[in-house]
């Protein structure tokens, strides 16, 4: 079954300092890689995504991801924090099935940024 | 973005009463979801609706049920509220054949 591992429940990083959030996914096709990022009391705001094509995607502020098929991976990566950063970061596997197409997302990984 | 708004934001409820979340955009797109995000959980996909008809659902009962409007304006509707149903409701707009969806800021349900 289709599944995303965020491994990493929360993480700390001082402001300046550079981040990696990992994620892992289980698909048996290529799939549609997304992250979204959500603040407190907030929806989720898409900061990436991967269709296909080049595997080091940009997004916005400041974030990218790399695509690792040989890992299964989709780490989500920006060089320099910044306090506005801290939210709760989630990945997620697009699919297609049937006409219809759903998100099936991890657990999610909670940024704390130390001033 | 597309500017999708869910109303209410917030509503308190008791076990086994009925609720009815609301979703909207005016961007056109014509595609909903919505999800149930529990605390301390990523989002669950509950259905998906195209052409004022449900053309997808993941692993919720049928009390959970939708509309979508010609408007596309979309009602997540849950029977017989149960505790665990307290959860962010997020609903999700894309177009047919797209694959990124844009979400509302969501519904944030308790249930006594």
């Known amino acids: 079954a289709q599944s995303v591992t965020q491994p990493d429940i929360h993480i700390t990083v001082s402001e300046g300092a550079s981040l990696e959030l990992r994620c892992n996914y289980s698909?048996?096709?290529?799939?549609?890689l997304f992250w979204y990022v959500q603040s407190p009391g907030q929806g989720l705001q898409l900061l990436l995504k991967?269709?296909?094509?080049?595997?080091l995607v940009q997004g916005i502020k400041g974030f990218e991801a790399e695509f690792k098929r040989s890992q299964s991976s989709f780490n989500l990566r920006k060089p320099s924090v910044h306090w506005s950063d801290a939210a709760e970061y989630f990945c997620?596997?697009?699919?297609?099935?049937?006409?219809?197409?759903?998100?099936?997302f991890g657990a999610g990984t909670r940024l704390a940024v130390h001033p | 973005e597309t500017g999708v708004t869910q109303s209410p934001t917030h509503l308190i409820k008791t076990r086994g009463q009925q609720v009815t979340l609301r979703c909207s955009s005016q961007?056109?797109?014509?595609?909903v979801s919505w999800y149930q995000q529990a605390l301390g959980q990523g989002p669950q996909f509950i259905f998906q609706?195209?052409?004022?008809?449900?053309?997808g659902r993941g692993n919720f009962p049928p009390r959970f049920s939708g509309l979508q409007f010609p408007n596309y304006s979309s009602e997540l509707n849950v029977n017989a509220l149960e505790l665990d149903d307290s959860a962010l409701y997020l609903c999700?707009?894309?177009?047919?054949?797209?694959?990124?969806?844009?979400f509302g800021p969501g519904t944030r349900l308790l249930v006594l």
């Open positions: 997620a596997v697009g699919l297609f099935s049937g006409g219809y197409n759903k998100l099936i």
């Open positions: 609706y195209y052409r004022e008809e449900e053309n």
């Open positions: 999700a707009l894309t177009r047919r054949g797209q694959e990124t969806q844009y």
């Open positions: 698909y048996g096709a290529t799939p549609y």
């Open positions: 991967y269709f296909s094509g080049d595997t």
């Open positions: 961007s056109g797109h014509n595609t």
